[in-house]
């Protein structure tokens, strides 16, 4: 029997406000984290992902100087702010049924700890889901997608204090209950496992105030954890129609080799995406988690209640980004390792080739994952993001000749199919970055996803002309076959 997506599939793509909206000083906005990384096109390039995994006070300090003379990309993301009207108008084109998108915090909640939202920031996203209901394009909002409220970090610390529970939650519901009538699907965190690879960005955490950062990292992931089931309380409450799920960043693991010790180090590495899925599926702590935080040194410090809330709220459904597998050795140092932004390191598997960024391409990857992830929760599942990040050339006559991006999409959502036939209930895939937006991870403007070409360099220069692709045309053609045209 041929096997077809469900005919209510939520084809789209993915973006992050942080990264693509601007307009920071505009509309009541605070600053977030993300506002303070800087790029310098004068960095050597094994320096531009250094911000995002470690933050000091000088540079936040430096970061809110008005004086400074750096730039700072996420401040001006793509403008999508005083755009967003075209651009939807581009998603429409294409046919999204959906977009993921995220709301920043601090259009809402400047510093975070407000009582009173920010009119301004709620009138705009009442614009943007407005302009999407328009062209009949499902929104799925994420909540907190590396943007929290700088303030949060700097006066109270981050996700460490747990006064942050409640500042979250107030948010949280805040929007809930004002686009009930306009969002169905919702998440909490972003990628929330990245906590213990990129404590700041992911915790408002910054590492030179703690001497024992696991610890802080683990215990913000407590705070988050229970911030996430409060929020599905209160989305219930708000709209008992709604659906909340949960979001992490899945690398397919696999030994190196058929050595025991290979297999079990996968093992234990592929725990650290799965613990976080697995407490928010679930509802508890898994089994291992014991020796997981001794080994650590990690205790976490917890309230009563905090048990019941997760068991009582877990999330509806399980959404992951996936870009890439990655080898694991138990004895690394005798393997030439993979380059890139991997957040699990690993080591280079020899069968797979690699992208500008050193990130191994592996489409039936995707397949394993969903298998493993339904296998796991039996809940539904979500391809949050997925795409290819390339140095895209503009050639005469606006013509981009992405044929390197359609044909990673290509075999990776083949395999979306395959993880259908095998009985995966798999309800949407929305591509990372629909339009060409700033790197999350590097700062850049030139690592580019979209279908959507944006006219602007890394230091922000450019006519911000928006220019199709022609992976534009080709996922259109996608979406209006279904699928079908992938056989």
Not at 63 to 68: E, G, K
Not at 202 to 219: D, R, Y
Request: glycine content about 6%.
């Amino acid at each position: 029997m041929k096997t077809k997506f469900p005919e209510d599939f939520l084809w789209g793509g993915a973006t992050a406000a942080n990264q693509l909206e601007g307009a920071s000083d505009v509309g009541g906005k605070g600053l977030s984290l993300a506002d303070v990384y800087t790029f310098d096109e004068k960095m050597p390039k094994e320096q531009w992902s250094d911000q995002w995994h470690l933050m000091t006070h000088k540079q936040i300090e430096e970061a809110q100087d008005p004086a400074s003379k750096k730039y700072y990309p996420k401040r001006h993301g793509i403008d999508f702010y005083h755009h967003y009207k075209e651009d939807i108008a581009l998603f429409a084109e294409m046919g999204f049924k959906a977009y993921r998108m995220s709301i920043a915090w601090t259009r809402i909640f400047p510093n975070g700890d407000e009582l009173v939202p920010n009119e301004e920031g709620l009138s705009f996203y009442d614009r943007v889901f407005d302009e999407l209901n328009k062209y009949g394009i499902e929104p799925v909002v994420s909540l907190s997608h590396y943007e929290m409220p700088l303030h949060l970090s700097t006066k109270y610390g981050g996700w460490v204090n747990r006064k942050l529970i409640d500042f979250f939650v107030r948010f949280a519901s805040t929007v809930f209950d004002r686009y009930k009538n306009k969002v169905k699907y919702w998440m909490t965190f972003n990628e929330i496992n990245c906590v213990t690879h990129h404590p700041y960005v992911s915790l408002g955490v910054i590492e030179e105030n703690h001497p024992n950062i696991e610890q802080a990292k683990f215990q913000g992931a407590h705070h988050q954890f229970v911030a996430s089931a409060l929020a599905t309380k209160a989305c219930k409450e708000s709209n008992p129609k709604a659906m909340v799920g949960c979001m992490v960043s899945y690398q397919l693991l696999v030994p190196y080799s058929c050595d025991p010790d290979d297999v079990q180090a996968t093992v234990d590495k592929q725990r650290t995406s799965l613990f976080f899925t697995d407490v928010q599926a679930r509802g508890y702590y898994p089994a291992y988690t014991a020796k997981m935080l001794a080994e650590k040194n990690v205790v976490l410090e917890t309230e009563p209640e905090d048990e019941q809330i997760m068991r009582d709220y877990p999330v509806d459904y399980v959404s992951f980004s996936y870009y890439m597998s990655s080898a694991v050795s138990a004895h690394p140092e005798r393997i030439e390792g993979a380059v890139g932004n991997l957040l699990t390191g690993g080591v280079k598997n020899p069968y797979l080739p690699t992208s500008d960024w050193g990130w191994q391409v592996d489409p039936k990857g995707l397949r394993t994952a969903l298998n493993q992830l339904y296998d796991l929760y039996q809940k539904p599942l979500f391809v949050a993001e997925n795409g290819y990040g390339a140095l895209d050339v503009l050639e005469e006559g606006d013509k981009i000749e992405d044929d390197y991006r359609i044909s990673y999409l290509k075999e990776h959502i083949k395999q979306v199919k395959e993880a259908i036939a095998d009985g995966v209930d798999v309800f949407g895939y929305t591509s990372w970055g629909c339009i060409d937006m700033i790197s999350a991870g590097t700062n850049q403007m030139s690592k580019r996803y979209g279908y959507i070409y944006v006219d602007q360099d890394d230091m922000g220069r450019g006519t911000k002309r928006r220019i199709k692709k022609k992976s534009f045309y080709w996922y259109k053609n996608v979406i209006a076959t279904n699928g079908e045209q992938l056989d």
